[in-house]
């Protein structure tokens, strides 16, 4: 092989390398999106929580985020009390989760890992669901049986 076809092969072989996709995990994804909030205290903080109550921003929820501030989270509003069941199908952040009842109070709580897609079920019908950094449940000392009050902005889903 002449020094030339070298040349023309290591080039060749640069090019393609540089054209590599990265893995799926590090592709960035869609912007996450852009949601009213409300302050609501859980335990003893207060929260900045994302309302999430229309259907497309339930499915989408918290996905493709790299951090969230501590005193941040999202609150899922459905519009009547139902056997609820989230997963962490494109989530990147580990999450503690709260199910909460119409009245506020809590039925059960989880803590989810990132990208995990197992299912984690509601013990109860929930009306809301709230997810906040993982860890942040332990920091506030709830517990199942707590009642939590529901900001006025997030106690109703918008009408399907």
Same mark, same amino acid.
């Given at each position: 092989? +002449?020094?030339?076809?070298?040349?023309?092969?290591?080039?060749?072989?640069?090019?393609?390398?540089?054209? %590599?996709?990265?893995?799926?995990? +590090?592709?960035?994804?869609?912007?996450?999106?852009?949601?009213?909030? +409300?302050?609501?205290?859980?335990?003893?903080?207060?929260? +900045?929580? =994302?309302?999430?109550? =229309? =259907?497309? %921003?339930?499915?989408? *929820?918290?996905?493709?985020?790299?951090?969230?501030? !501590?005193?941040?989270?999202?609150?899922?509003?459905?519009?009547?009390?139902?056997?609820?069941?989230?997963?962490?199908?494109?989530?990147?952040?580990?999450?503690?989760?709260? @199910?909460?009842?119409?009245? *506020?109070?809590?039925?059960?709580?989880?803590?989810? %890992?990132?990208?995990?897609?197992?299912?984690?079920?509601? !013990?109860?019908? !929930?009306? @809301?669901?709230? =997810?906040?950094?993982?860890?942040?449940?332990?920091?506030?000392?709830?517990?199942?049986?707590?009642?939590?009050?529901?900001?006025?902005?997030?106690?109703? !889903?918008?009408?399907?």
């Amino acid at each position: 092989m +002449t020094a030339a076809m070298r040349s023309l092969l290591t080039l060749l072989l640069l090019a393609v390398l540089g054209c %590599e996709q990265p893995p799926a995990a +590090t592709r960035p994804g869609p912007k996450p999106q852009s949601l009213p909030t +409300t302050q609501m205290k859980i335990g003893d903080r207060i929260y +900045t929580l =994302e309302i999430a109550d =229309e =259907e497309q %921003e339930r499915q989408t *929820g918290l996905m493709h985020r790299d951090s969230m501030p !501590a005193d941040h989270g999202m609150i899922f509003v459905f519009p009547a009390e139902q056997q609820l069941s989230f997963w962490m199908r494109n989530t990147r952040i580990p999450l503690d989760i709260l @199910y909460l009842d119409r009245s *506020g109070t809590i039925v059960s709580m989880h803590r989810m %890992e990132p990208f995990d897609l197992r299912s984690t079920p509601s !013990a109860r019908p !929930a009306k @809301y669901a709230i =997810e906040l950094n993982a860890g942040q449940v332990a920091v506030n000392g709830v517990k199942r049986g707590d009642t939590l009050n529901i900001p006025l902005a997030a106690r109703d !889903a918008k009408a399907p």
